[in-house]
């Protein structure tokens, strides 16, 4: 493998659900996306890349935000995976719980913690012996892999919890080249913010696809959209101190989730 240091940049935001459950909470991102299935049990949405092919923030940076978003805001994990010039990395977000990552420099030198990756490991019910070996052969030095070859060994691991990339979906490849192989899979679909104020289409009621969501009926909605506006609120005030528009777009994705939510219960009493 070659250990130059990659010259491009982009992402891909792995989902482990269904397209169909993955669509109405992706719209409230407010980024064009195309969105298409990886594998039986996972979706993948692969981002137009603005941000960060405008120089406004890191891609990691902003994956994290958006991972973070999408994942405190449905009940199913994602893994956003980012790659540029420097480095290349994953971060896996779940529930309210921290997000874990890992990278490497563009040589494939390890650069993250040991124990983010076996935390990793415990959150996606990998095999705590044969898997986690793998990934822990992914933290040592090896000079024959650079940082996307680092990124495919990870994938590799992860078709056990059947993640299934769609050919031309491959650590390392330009945003535009990610786009195309993404547009010609049959089952591709755009992810596109409305541009209007009304909640998008396929979001309130829809129970069948996030049990907590308004509409669902459950009582833990209420509580949840509390707690979203309660950690939304102070995430978004962060992330515009720090001038990171990916924690930006997640504080408030969780204020405008939580509220939607609270005004539902407001509306629609139980009996």
Same mark, same amino acid.
């Given at each position: 493998?070659?250990?130059?240091?990659?010259?491009?940049?982009?992402?891909?935001?792995?989902?482990?659900?269904?397209?169909?459950?993955?669509?109405?909470?992706?719209?409230?991102?407010?980024? *064009?996306? @195309? #969105?298409?299935?990886?594998?039986?049990?996972?979706? +993948? %949405?692969? =981002?137009?890349?603005? !941000?960060?092919?405008?120089?406004?923030?890191?891609?990691?940076?902003?994956?994290?935000?958006?991972?973070?978003?999408?994942?405190?805001?449905?009940?199913?994990?994602?893994?956003?995976l980012w790659w540029d010039p420097d480095r290349a990395g994953y971060t896996l977000a779940s529930g309210?719980?921290?997000?874990?990552?890992?990278?490497?420099?563009?040589?494939?030198?390890?650069?993250?913690?040991?124990?983010?990756?076996?935390?990793?490991?415990?959150?996606?019910?990998?095999?705590?012996?044969?898997?986690?070996?793998?990934?822990?052969r992914l933290t040592k030095p090896d000079p024959a892999s650079d940082a996307p070859a680092r990124l *495919?060994? @990870? #994938?590799?691991?992860?078709?056990?919890?059947?993640? +299934? %990339?769609? =050919?031309?979906?491959? !650590?390392?490849?330009?945003?535009?080249?990610?786009?195309?192989?993404?547009?010609?899979?049959?089952d591709a679909r755009t992810i596109e913010w409305p541009g209007r104020h009304e909640t998008p289409p396929?979001?309130?009621?829809?129970?069948?696809?996030?049990?907590?969501?308004?509409?669902?009926?459950?009582?833990?909605?209420?509580?949840?959209?509390?707690?979203?506006?309660?950690?939304?609120?102070?995430?978004?005030?962060?992330?515009?101190?720090?001038?990171?528009?990916?924690?930006?777009?997640?504080?408030?994705?969780?204020?405008?989730?939580?509220?939607?939510?609270?005004?539902?219960?407001?509306?629609?009493?139980?009996?």
């Amino acid at each position: 493998m070659s250990t130059e240091a990659p010259q491009a940049t982009g992402a891909l935001l792995l989902c482990r659900t269904a397209p169909d459950a993955v669509a109405p909470v992706a719209h409230l991102l407010r980024e *064009r996306m @195309l #969105l298409t299935r990886a594998g039986d049990d996972w979706s +993948v %949405l692969v =981002p137009e890349g603005s !941000p960060w092919l405008r120089g406004a923030e890191p891609v990691d940076r902003v994956l994290t935000g958006w991972a973070t978003a999408l994942a405190v805001s449905a009940p199913w994990p994602v893994l956003a995976l980012w790659w540029d010039p420097d480095r290349a990395g994953y971060t896996l977000a779940s529930g309210f719980r921290r997000p874990v990552g890992y990278d490497w420099l563009a040589n494939g030198t390890p650069a993250g913690e040991d124990e983010a990756m076996r935390t990793f490991a415990a959150r996606l019910g990998l095999d705590p012996v044969l898997d986690t070996q793998a990934l822990d052969r992914l933290t040592k030095p090896d000079p024959a892999s650079d940082a996307p070859a680092r990124l *495919r060994a @990870l #994938l590799a691991v992860l078709t056990r919890p059947g993640i +299934v %990339l769609p =050919p031309g979906l491959t !650590p390392g490849t330009p945003t535009a080249r990610l786009l195309d192989a993404a547009h010609a899979r049959p089952d591709a679909r755009t992810i596109e913010w409305p541009g209007r104020h009304e909640t998008p289409p396929g979001v309130v009621g829809t129970s069948r696809l996030i049990p907590y969501l308004p509409g669902s009926g459950d009582p833990r909605a209420r509580t949840l959209a509390l707690a979203q506006v309660a950690v939304g609120l102070p995430l978004a005030t962060w992330g515009v101190r720090r001038h990171s528009l990916g924690w930006v777009t997640a504080g408030l994705l969780l204020v405008a989730h939580g509220a939607l939510g609270l005004t539902y219960h407001l509306t629609h009493p139980r009996d």
